[in-house]
């Protein structure tokens, strides 16, 4: 992985051991000169991970929405900031520039970003790892809720066996560099 996608809260939650966990996946990033691609926010475990990546001398893109940009909550400091109009174009832009992708802890911005590029996963239209720093079982509801999917027969097995869950962000991106990809639900022919 050159570039890793990381999907977060605008917010810094409730506990500390959220921002800590940002600065510590952003240090790691810095140290294995992978860059960051995330909102392009100053705030919330956006901005955490962002500082934390510029700080270990790392390179970090934001792709942010205009109308986020003017309120000003663009980050001002990163590598690169990009500014575009609408949400679906900052998915799409984010996507193109990452070939990994990390949910951390976030609201149901971080929950629509990772469903899109889950089910790009499956479409074959992406072959970068998902992957969940799970900060003190944050992700374990979904993880469950995965599961059920996949009994139920709404989602092959096999890619609820293939995303990564880890609480350790060194570990974490070690799982993504040994990911290999599945391919496309469907086949031709």
């Not at 500390?16 to 140290?31: P, Q, S």
């Not at 799409?92 to 971080?110: C, N, Q, S, Y």
Request: with cysteine; charged share 20%.
């Amino acid at each position: 992985m050159k570039n890793v996608a990381v999907y977060c809260g605008s917010s810094s939650g409730n506990r500390a051991h959220f921002a800590v966990a940002a600065r510590k996946l952003g240090a790691e990033l810095a140290r294995r000169d992978i860059g960051l691609v995330y909102g392009g926010g100053r705030v919330g475990l956006m901005g955490e991970i962002a500082d934390a990546v510029l700080a270990g001398g790392g390179q970090v893109t934001g792709v942010i929405p205009r109308q986020l940009a003017d309120l000003e909550v663009a980050h001002q400091g990163l590598t690169r900031l990009e500014c575009v109009e609408t949400m679906a174009q900052r998915k799409t832009r984010m996507e193109e520039l990452a070939d990994g992708f990390i949910a951390m802890p976030g609201g149901v911005g971080t929950l629509e970003e990772l469903a899109e590029v889950l089910t790009m996963q499956q479409l074959g239209t992406t072959d970068g790892p998902v992957a969940f720093l799970d900060v003190a079982g944050y992700w374990q509801p979904f993880r469950t809720m995965f599961a059920a999917f996949a009994k139920q027969g709404f989602m092959q097995q096999r890619y609820v066996d293939n995303l990564i869950f880890s609480d350790n962000p060194a570990d974490l991106l070690d799982l993504c560099q040994e990911f290999r990809p599945l391919g496309p639900k469907w086949q031709r022919g």
